[in-house]
């Protein structure tokens, strides 16, 4: 349960401090006093969206604090086990709202997503605002009550997830298929390509090779006789280098005396001729290697003839030809993974459709079974609520198409009667508006009832109901809050005297600062509040005497 409540800086809340109890609570206070502060900003510690304009003018930001008690909440200590948030049995939710717009929440001191903590939020407490009926017109929320009633939420949610993933498959399939053909006609293509590119079966740096070798076949006559020209000056000539270099050697080395100088001539020279005799090497290495071959220079041309061709037929450059070809493999691939997809698709699309015919086969059986009971809780609530002849039916209307629908089999639409023998209509055409209230709050009563929620809070459902009435929305409040933490914010004492524990909510000040104050009553101040809300202003003998009898107070 909620345990404690800390407010910093919030709409003209400076600081509220306070301590809450189990058993039902009653909020209550003047017309403006800020009764709903408290439930906002709660709402904020509970994941609702946030406003930068909702920090106390001249503050910096606004702080919220909510301590729950949750030892006896076990989806909510496995909730927090599981993200490793767990601290012993108390849960701390903080939202820090800066007056620049920005907001950071945390759980048990750790960042926490918004996600996260309205998810974990939703084990925690469960909160009836003062326009439920408004929202009891529409059929998802109608739907949305009768799932919480069945305990059904999170199969309903299991449907939806399989009916999109079921969707989305199909939608993708439709995708594929009406592609299929272009597919194939591209596959064809591909396979036409590629037969032509193995047929050619170019080697990487083959065609380097290819285009050296016709180079040299091509021009054979002429490498000879410039190589053998070379080499008869070089070295098997008549006159050539080597014999020259030779006698220059033999000159030097015959003088009777050398310097330096021509010791270091005589190095260059040797030197000149040991690089011409490898010259020499070289060139005789080119014209063993050379010969005229006329039928492999055809051969040789044919094959690069070949290969130029293939590479202008699509439009590349002949060295980009194996590049193409592993490019073209790829794509061939892709196509048959696109084959393996559609395969695997149509499986996903038959298990997805599978899974969503039992669940939602499921949630029918358990929806058509709690409707009855709903049914009957809800018509013994408005008995008491002084409309013993309203007839209330959750109606399942099929949705016979065979396709997969989110929200399951049906359609979920409340239809009621308001007079004996009266035929059953939608609420929007039937019930009137003080009547709406009532249905509302007596829906919201059993909900709650079989809700696994350790908190429930209410604020102002008793709009539009008084004397009698109210009371018994009192006792049916208080009978709640022996079963759960009730908070309640009401301005019907008739209510407000059911309350196990009563706070007060004053707004204080002048007219250039106005605060909002929360204040535990006492027996005796909880005699003059709920005076004051029976007699206004003027609080008379006659009004306090009412006030006691109301709490059960002797004189």
Not at 500 to 519: A, F, P, R
């Amino acid at each position: 349960m909620l345990s404690h409540l800390t407010i910093s800086n919030y709409a003209i809340t400076e600081h509220l401090d306070i301590e809450l109890k189990g058993g039902m609570t009653v909020l209550t206070g003047e017309t403006g006093a800020g009764k709903s502060i408290m439930l906002d900003a709660l709402g904020l510690a509970l994941g609702d969206r946030a406003e930068s304009n909702i920090v106390r003018s001249g503050a910096d930001r606004a702080d919220i604090h909510a301590l729950f008690d949750i030892g006896a909440i076990p989806p909510a200590l496995k909730w927090l086990k599981e993200r490793d948030l767990d601290d012993s049995n108390e849960c701390m939710l903080r939202r820090v709202i800066s007056a620049d717009g920005r907001s950071r929440a945390y759980i048990n001191g750790q960042p926490a997503t918004l996600q996260d903590v309205r998810e974990l939020g939703s084990y925690l407490i469960d909160i009836h605002s003062q326009h439920a009926h408004q929202s009891l017109l529409q059929k998802p929320y109608q739907r949305e009550l009768l799932d919480a009633y069945a305990g059904t939420t999170a199969l309903a949610r299991q449907v939806s997830e399989h009916c999109q993933q079921y969707q989305h498959c199909s939608k993708t399939l439709l995708t594929l298929e009406t592609n299929l053909a272009e597919q194939n006609a591209q596959e064809q293509l591909l396979r036409y390509q590629l037969e032509e590119l193995h047929r050619l079966d170019l080697k990487a740096g083959e065609l380097d090779e290819l285009e050296d070798l016709q180079k040299q076949l091509a021009n054979a006559e002429q490498i000879l006789a410039a190589n053998h020209h070379s080499l008869n000056l070089c070295r098997d000539g008549e006159v050539n280098a080597m014999g020259i270099l030779h006698q220059a050697l033999s000159s030097l080395y015959s003088s009777p005396h050398r310097s330096s100088v021509q010791e270091n001539a005589a190095q260059l020279l040797e030197s000149a001729r040991i690089q011409i005799e490898e010259a020499a090497g070289e060139l005789q290495h080119v014209i063993d290697g050379t010969e005229l071959d006329p039928e492999r220079l055809i051969e040789v041309e044919s094959r690069l003839d070949t290969i130029y061709q293939t590479a202008r037929k699509h439009r590349i450059q002949a060295d980009e030809l194996i590049a193409l070809q592993t490019s073209l493999e790829e794509q061939l691939d892709g196509l048959s993974a696109s084959d393996e997809k559609i395969d695997q698709l149509r499986s996903d699309q038959r298990q997805a459709l599978k899974a969503y015919q039992t669940t939602s086969s499921d949630l029918s059986k358990k929806r058509a079974k709690a409707a009855k009971l709903m049914k009957q809780g809800v018509e013994e609530q408005l008995q008491a609520l002084a409309m013993k002849h309203c007839e209330v039916e959750f109606a399942m209307h099929p949705l016979n198409d065979s396709e997969p629908h989110s929200n399951g089999q049906e359609e979920i639409e409340i239809l009621i009667s308001t007079n004996p023998a009266a035929p059953k209509g939608p609420l929007n055409k039937i019930a009137s508006g003080g009547e709406l209230s009532r249905i509302s709050l007596a829906i919201q009563v059993i909900t709650a009832k079989v809700a696994a929620i350790p908190t429930v809070i209410f604020d102002e459902i008793d709009v539009g109901i008084g004397g009698a009435t109210a009371e018994i929305v009192g006792q049916l409040l208080k009978a709640l809050g022996q079963r759960s933490q009730v908070l309640c914010v009401t301005h019907q004492p008739q209510v407000a005297s059911q309350g196990d524990h009563h706070i007060k909510v004053q707004k204080t000040g002048n007219k250039t600062k106005m605060t909002t104050t929360l204040e535990p009553l006492g027996d005796n101040q909880k005699i003059e509040e709920i005076a004051r809300m029976l007699g206004g202003i003027a609080i008379t003998e006659n009004t306090i005497a009412h006030a006691r009898e109301m709490l059960g107070v002797r004189h």
